[in-house]
């Protein structure tokens, strides 16, 4: 597998993120909706997951539905297993060790689910990626995926976010949680499409130096994003959405009630 993938690595460090690195409480009860509904279809429902998110996988075993896990690593779905809240129950995952952009399976699926699998997918890779979901979708069935979506001009001023909403959540959030998706904003890179983590660590560092950033706060964001090398991609909605309506009909987008639920939006899809 190439070195640019999701790694065992990371899984370790992601059992522990709070959100918007996983979906949180509300975004999970988003998905909860469609998993409960096509449960009611029976026991040969077929579920599928982009990656191998506890939270969804955890839906899955609720609700007594067979599911299979698409992940890059096989350790990657044991790691995120001790993460599941009903990991002792699970009787119902399997995983097939595959690029998604190169899924080849036996099967189409009632429900496919996904959380942010665009996001690390390379933006000039979306085309693949999206035409073999849209591919192994059964006829009427839907895929619910979530994203982080970026918004034009939105935490230029860095240090006055850090000043202002940063200051006043932080006896009451975690930093991981208010810091996020502003530094998304901040450190995204418009020519290459994309956003880099611990590379931009240093820079972020300099509003520690300033007294804006305290340092204990720092150390949490590093421990997440420390040997997060690969890149992101978060092009504008508008962007985002073309190149989805080249292969779904975008049936509704749904968020939660989280601070960021304006920058963290589920697509529910139908193929075309």
């Known amino acids: 597998m190439s070195k640019s993938t999701w790694d065992p690595r990371l899984a370790k460090v ?9 979906p ?3 975004e999970l009860k988003i998905y909860e909706r469609f998993v409960k509904n096509v ?18 996988r955890d839906l899955c075993v609720k609700y007594h539905l067979k599911y299979t896990c698409v992940d890059y690593h096989k350790e990657n779905y044991r790691i995120a297993k001790t993460a ?9 995952g399997s995983l097939v060790v595959s690029d998604w952009k190169k ?31 849209s591919g192994i979708l059964k006829d009427n069935a839907i895929c619910v995926h979530r994203t982080w979506m970026r918004k ?7 240090e006055k976010f850090l000043k202002g909403d940063y ?50 706060d720092f150390d949490k964001i590093d421990y997440f994003f420390g040997h997060y090398k690969i890149p992101n991609y978060f092009p504008l909605k508008s962007i985002y959405e073309k190149k989805l309506k080249d292969f779904f009909v975008i049936k509704n987008i749904l968020k939660g009630t989280d601070w960021f639920k304006d920058y963290s939006l589920i697509y529910i899809l139908k193929k075309k």
């Not at 599941?84 to 119902?92: A, H, I, L, T």
Request: proline share 7%; no cysteine; aromatic share 12%.
């Open 39 to 56: 449960s009611k279809q029976g026991s040969q429902t077929e579920v599928l997951i982009l990656g191998s998110t506890p939270g969804l």
């Open 152 to 158: 034009k001009g939105h935490f230029k001023n860095f």
């Open 167 to 216: 200051a006043r959540r932080r006896k009451t959030m975690h930093p991981f949680t208010s810091l996020t998706i502003p530094f998304i904003h901040y450190f995204y890179n418009k020519e290459s499409e994309s956003v880099l983590f611990s590379q931009n660590l240093p820079k972020l560092k300099i509003f520690v130096d300033k007294g804006l950033l305290q340092k204990k």
């Open 84 to 92: 599941m809240k009903y990991r002792n129950e699970d009787v119902y």
């Open 14 to 22: 992601y059992r522990t993120m709070p959100p918007p690195g996983p």
């Open 103 to 133: 899924m080849k399976l036996d099967k189409k699926f009632d429900l496919i689910l996904g959380d942010i699998a665009s996001g690390v997918t390379p933006f000039k890779d979306w085309n693949k990626l999206w035409s073999v979901v």
């Open 24 to 26: 949180s409480k509300s």
